[in-house]
């Protein structure tokens, strides 16, 4: 049992509020998930200033001043919590990313791209979103995760969101029957995994279809075709909210849309106090339907 939570802002005076918004959902996930979290956060300029490329790490172990320093090419970063954002304005995300695992090979990458960051920890959720600052945090779109380890251990890297693709997030509730076997599959092709988490496996299935071409809304259908297992899936892109379940629907998940967000999360608890929920169109997922939303 883990608990997901996210929102995509469509009016943009409650930008200031999402990260507050995100913050109430996750304290209403966290016995679904108490012993470890994390969040995903799109257009926080606080932590991904525009123009700027983003490298979300875990597993530094030194200020986040020396770490700039020691990616240096113009790179500044900031500390939240068990994470640390570096970002440049000099060079693109892969050139970034390429210079922070020379400078940090014993760091694991958590997220990429720009205008987002992807901060994971082990400890309560309520604990976490603190460390985080998470209550002011701004954006445009952000989703969380609440974990119960049940696949792999209780580690930052085996913490979700998942994001191994540049600007793609996934969170997963559920687990994966299959997963060991697609693994070999998608190391034979060159992929290298952080963790030993079945959730990691689902998304690298999804960036390696979307690094071929794929849109988001097949490589999540070619998902449903490929996994067993029992999962509710939210993925997120530089534009996309997405919500896709398994064949029997096992694991629960409830959206809420009105004109100024549309959100899902794993219980209607984690929506109940999202401005305008009263009059919002609010449903199940269909098992095996694709459900986007685009920005």
Known sequence: MCGIAG?????????PRLGALLAG????????????????????????????????????????????????RGADAIAAGQAVVVRSAELSAMELERAVRDAFPEAVVTGRGSGLAVLKGVGHPDALVE???LGEAAGWQGIAHTRMA???????QGAHPFSVGENVCLVHNGSFANHATIRRELMAEGAVFDSDNDSEVGARFVAHQ????????????????????????????GDTF????????????????????????????CLAGLPGIESARIFEPEPEEVYTWRR
């Open 25 to 72: 959902m996750v304290h209403q996930a966290a016995e679904r998930g108490p012993d470890s979290a994390g969040v995903a956060l799109y257009g926080d300029h606080r932590l991904t200033p525009p123009g700027h490329a983003a490298i979300s790490l875990t597993g530094l172990g030194l200020p986040a001043a020396e770490a700039a320093a020691r990616v240096g």
């Open 242 to 269: 997405a919500v896709v379940r398994d064949a029997i629907a096992c694991k629960p998940a409830v959206v809420a849309e009105t004109d100024a967000w549309v959100a899902m999360a794993s219980e209607y608890r």
């Open 150 to 156: 049940t696949e792999s251990a209780v580690t930052p």
């Open 131 to 133: 460390e985080f600052g």
């Open 7 to 15: 929102i995509q802002v469509r009016d943009p005076s409650l930008e």
């Open 210 to 237: 979307l690094a071929r071409g794929v849109d988001l809304e097949k490589a999540l259908l070619m998902l449903c075709e490929r996994f067993d297992g029992f999962y509710t899936l939210l993925v997120t892109s």
